[in-house]
């Protein structure tokens, strides 16, 4: 079946490093991939949606100088934390859309700031 | 706004039992709706898409009706099983949201050996 691939899987840095996270659809092409960020014992907060080689539509609230989508290709996005702090730490999930089919998502990355 | 809810938030079942999972929205334009399941640490698996002109998807011991009409969707997971333990979230596509889900708050399940 389609399958999602987010790398990498846990991220353990120091504040104010920049941490870049990698979404790939694996076997089929991705019209749009979204960005999600998860809380513990909460459902996913979307933060941003992006189609290939157009610029990310994000969510109210969420900073769009602090969280760079980059969505190259139809396969590949991208997301960078920059300037990461403490606040930042979260599970941030990725996931990919074709058509009518099953939306599809990544293994999700732990972000841990120290 | 769409809102989904599932209710209860939380379910602890014997092992052999079957499980019925409750999910309602309150917005019946949808496009679909897309039963997940998501174990601790981990992203989401999908485990049944129903589109709106349907009312039922089935895949092994899963079954997911959907009536649109009630805004309600339940997924049915028979003879369940220890590794059936997990989140299960549900969400729905609006059609006029822009293709962007929106999630009920999931249920957490625990299937006792």
């Known amino acids: 079946g389609a399958v999602v691939s987010q790398h990498p899987s846990w991220v353990i840095c120091k504040s104010g490093t920049s941490v870049k996270i990698e979404c790939r659809s694996l076997d089929f092409q991705a019209t749009t991939m979204f960005w999600y960020r998860q809380f513990p014992k909460q459902s996913l907060m979307l933060m941003a949606t992006s189609n290939e080689g157009s610029k990310a539509t994000y969510e109210q609230g969420v900073e769009k100088d602090k969280f760079l989508i980059n969505h190259a290709s139809l396969t590949l996005s991208t997301l960078t934390v920059t300037s990461a702090h403490p606040e930042d730490s979260s599970f941030y999930i990725c996931?990919?859309?074709?058509?009518?089919?099953?939306?599809?998502f990544g293994d999700g990355t732990r972000l841990s700031i120290l | 706004k769409q809102e989904v809810t599932q209710i209860p938030a939380a379910l602890s079942v014997p092992e052999g039992e079957n499980l019925v999972l409750n999910c309602s929205f309150t917005d019946s334009a949808i496009y679909n709706l897309q039963w997940f399941r998501q174990d601790p640490g981990k992203g989401l698996t999908s485990l049944l898409l129903?589109?709106?002109?349907?009312r039922e998807q089935t895949s092994g011991r899963l079954n997911a009706s959907l009536d649109k009409s009630s805004g309600r969707s339940t997924l049915y997971i028979a003879a369940s099983q220890p590794g059936d333990s997990a989140t299960y979230l549900c969400?729905?596509?609006?059609?006029?949201?822009?293709?962007?889900?929106?999630f009920g708050g999931g249920t957490r399940v625990l299937v006792k050996p």
């Open positions: 969400a729905v596509r609006p059609q006029a949201a822009g293709n962007k889900l929106t």
């Open positions: 996931s990919a859309l074709t058509g009518g089919q099953p939306q599809h």
């Open positions: 129903i589109q709106s002109s349907q």
